[in-house]
């Protein structure tokens, strides 16, 4: 069979400048990968990939540093928004930001996480929320929900002795220093296109020098979930949107005025 010629002009998708070439290794349906082009699309089309600084934690979000085509760094566990303090102090003039997962972000590194926001840091982070640790093992997390059965929990979390989920996005919004927190999905093309917005505006909030700016990204695991990637995507929508309920949280009215 004779090889297809695509025409450059009829060209509507193709591998963005920012992203490498390596094969992605996420197991089939995670929506790690959606986010991590997303990124790359958005610091592509603002021409500020040679000025970007991502930190990279641990988990599954550590391979960030594979594919998105930018310097990085790897933090300890749940020390990402410290290391990316010490960066933008260091670097005013790059754009720094962390991409971190539920447990990373909201467990371990929560004081990190916290704190950053109430000292206002001109940093970014992109915060991936599967509800379950992904990488090693798939114990219960901060954000997996009343019920939800884990490596951990396997009758379900049971919150009388486990406690309730966090939900990080409403907690930092009631922080003076946060100047843009957004919860989005990943779930389907629509939400996947109002979450390449935020994230340009999370962006964008930094590069203004606007303060600490946060995008929550609900997210798939369907090897953690048990589930197909088509069924992982259903429950999401059915499940976690409901205990995460999608939208602004706090755009500071310097924010609201950028014109993007």
Same mark, same amino acid.
């Given at each position: ?10 060209? @509507?998708?193709?591998?963005?400048? !920012?992203?490498? +070439?390596?094969? %992605? ?6 929506? /790690?990968?959606? *986010? ?58 790059? @754009?720094?930001?962390?991409?971190? !997962?539920?447990? +990373?972000?909201? %467990? ?6 916290? /704190?950053?926001? *109430? ?142």
């Amino acid at each position: 069979m004779a090889a297809t010629i695509v025409n450059p002009e009829n060209l @509507v998708y193709s591998r963005p400048k !920012g992203f490498t +070439d390596m094969p %992605s290794h996420y197991c089939p349906g995670c929506t /790690h990968g959606t *986010a991590q082009r997303l990124v790359a699309e958005v610091l592509e089309e603002m021409n500020i990939l040679d000025k970007s600084i991502g930190v990279a934690p641990v988990g599954c979000a550590v391979f960030a540093y594979n594919y998105i085509d930018i310097d990085f760094v790897e933090a300890a566990h749940g020390r990402a928004p410290a290391m990316a303090t010490g960066i933008k102090r260091v670097l005013p003039d790059r @754009v720094v930001f962390s991409y971190q !997962g539920d447990g +990373d972000l909201a %467990s371990i590194g929560m004081a990190e996480t916290v /704190h950053a926001a *109430a000292r206002g840091e001109n940093i970014t982070i992109i915060f991936i929320n599967n509800a379950i640790y992904g990488m090693t093992g798939g114990q219960m997390a901060p954000t997996t929900l009343p019920g939800m059965k884990t490596t951990s929990s396997p009758n379900g979390r049971d919150v009388e002795t486990q406690g309730y989920p966090i939900r990080v996005s409403e907690m930092l919004a009631t922080l003076d220093g946060a100047g843009y927190i957004v919860r989005r999905s990943l779930h389907d093309p629509k939400n996947i296109r109002l979450a390449k917005k935020a994230i340009r505006l999370a962006f964008e909030t930094q590069v203004h020098g606007l303060g600490f700016s946060m995008v929550e990204l609900l997210s798939t695991c369907s090897t953690g979930w048990g589930m197909t990637p088509v069924e992982s995507l259903a429950w999401l929508e059915e499940h976690m949107i409901p205990a995460f309920p999608l939208g602004d949280y706090k755009i500071a009215s310097s924010v609201a005025a950028l014109k993007i």
